[in-house]
């Protein structure tokens, strides 16, 4: 079966750091990927991790674990512009469709 | 711009309307997909064409009818629909067959809204 599972909502002040965690069963694995989208735009693609560890990429990081489908997103020095939703998604199975999370919707306060 | 456009980006329709979403890119990519985003709801897969030829249908009602006339662009009809098909409708495209490459560009979107 295929089944992506993240946090609907979090919260996090400026300057903090967050994660937002992520979980999968997909019946073929072929990589992760994380994309941002906010509200009435397109999402955008953010991160993708195929081999076990952290890739990180300016404020942003991303890490994997494929023996425990978990995987997460790493956001330093949270600033407003972050505040969107955050999609988590992996291949249905190999060499096909990506399937994607509820989205996890981080609001960044002042 | 994503370099993938989608057409209209804001659409009302009644029940008995027919109308069509257009989605464009000219990336090069070979494969272009429709997925549905509802509200609190994951993206749903609806069709995944590769080099003009469909190769998925996600058990999609047929109200939705999808058409690629070229690796360029690809177009959803719709005709008769009902009030839960409001939602933002994505194009997202991709050159890659696996690995990084495979990573999609999404169009911005086109929001239905069936009355």
């Known amino acids: 079966g295929q089944n992506i599972d993240q946090p609907t909502e979090m919260t996090a002040t400026e300057g903090a750091i967050v994660q937002i965690n992520c979980t999968y069963q997909?019946?073929?694995?072929?990589?992760l990927f994380w994309y941002q989208q906010h509200a009435g735009e397109a999402p955008t693609f953010l991160s993708y991790?195929?081999?076990?560890g952290l890739e990180e990429k300016g404020r942003f990081s991303s890490f994997l674990s494929r023996s425990k489908g978990y995987s997460y997103l790493l956001l330093k020095e949270l600033q407003m512009k972050d505040s969107a939703s955050y999609l988590c998604?992996?291949?249905?199975?190999?060499?096909?469709?990506?399937?994607f999370g509820k989205g996890t919707t981080l609001s960044v306060s002042s | 711009e994503t370099g993938v456009t989608q057409t209209p980006r804001h659409l009302v329709m009644g029940m008995t309307n027919k109308k069509s979403l257009k989605c464009e890119q000219h990336?090069?990519?070979?494969?272009m997909y429709w997925y549905k985003q509802s509200a609190k709801k994951p993206l749903e897969l609806m069709f995944v064409?590769?080099?003009?030829?469909?190769?998925e249908n996600n058990s999609v009602p047929s109200r939705f009818s999808p058409e690629c006339p070229n690796s360029s662009h690809l177009f959803l009809h719709l005709h008769t629909l009902q009030p839960e098909d409001s939602a933002l409708y994505l194009c997202?495209?991709?050159?890659?067959?696996?690995?990084?490459?495979?990573?999609?560009?999404f169009g911005s979107g086109t929001r239905l809204t069936v009355v």
């Open positions: 997202a495209s991709t050159g890659g067959t696996g690995g990084r490459n495979y990573g999609y560009t």
């Open positions: 997909t019946s073929g694995f072929n990589g």
């Open positions: 991790n195929v081999l076990d």
């Open positions: 998604a992996a291949f249905k199975q190999a060499g096909t469709a990506l399937i």
């Open positions: 990336l090069g990519h070979n494969a």
């Open positions: 064409y590769n080099f003009k030829e469909q190769t």
